[in-house]
């Protein structure tokens, strides 16, 4: 805490100038930022006007154009969310938001400034799958080691006031290397040699970082299907009480067969809900075996 980590950050984006020397910044760069604070949202504004700017019902994601209500469930929100204001959301719902919104921006550079802090296991994981898809370069500060073995290519650590090192790899490749971890390296220490094996924390983080698991979504549609099943089964129960009156077809024919025909696109909605969920299940127990 305090070596300047936000400091170099605000200094290689443009942000902030150097005391001494010059900061080069590449041309054509288009970056999009989540800073720690998890400022700049209106809590006032509807969770769909923070994603659009308060126009339109669609954002732009790599190139690809998507209705806002799919981008949302991407990050694992519900539709009916999509018009409350942002100043309902709970802790882990505003950090979605700020990801999803983050995500949106047209961008070749994403900058985070410890972007795992408050965030539940779901949206962490989430997190991860979107840093590890994204084209383009991704610049992180993070105190999160797991996070960093998981995401990064390279580390750069604080060897002392005014010497960053870059190393290859994650954070558990970065202390092979060093020979130590944060401590920043003392003036009369010789500099790192050839690399040595990782630190023994290191094993279990890459065990779990290679065991196969469920994605963030299909985690949220095995937690989310039963209750949809349950809706669905309610709606196919009002339709088929309507359609077994006797009196219908002969009152209202083109209310039967709008029912009737409801009533089948239910029935399979249900039945495909049911086969999601049975499928997901059993990867679930198989992963976890």
Known sequence: NGAGKTTLLNMLTGRLAPDAGTVRLGTGIEMASLDQMRDGIDPGVTVQAALTGGSGETVRVGGEVKHVLAYLKDFLFVADQAR???GTLSGGERARLMLARAFARPSNLLVL?????DLDLETLDLLQELVADYPGTVIVVSHDRDFLDRVCTSVIAWEGPGSWQ?????????????GRGVQARTADAPPAESPRAPAPTAAPRE???ARPKLSPKDRHALQSLPERIAVLEKEIAILQAAIADPGLYTRD????AAR??????KQAERDAAEEEWL????LREELEG
């Open 113 to 117: 400034d410890e972007p795992t802090n």
């Open 84 to 86: 409350s204001p942002v």
């Open 279 to 282: 499928r997901l299940e059993l």
């Open 253 to 256: 024919p083109a209310g039967f």
């Open 260 to 265: 009737t025909s409801l009533l089948g696109k």
């Open 207 to 209: 065990t779990q970082a």
């Open 166 to 178: 870059e190393y290859a790899g994650g954070y558990a490749d970065m202390v092979a290397q060093r």
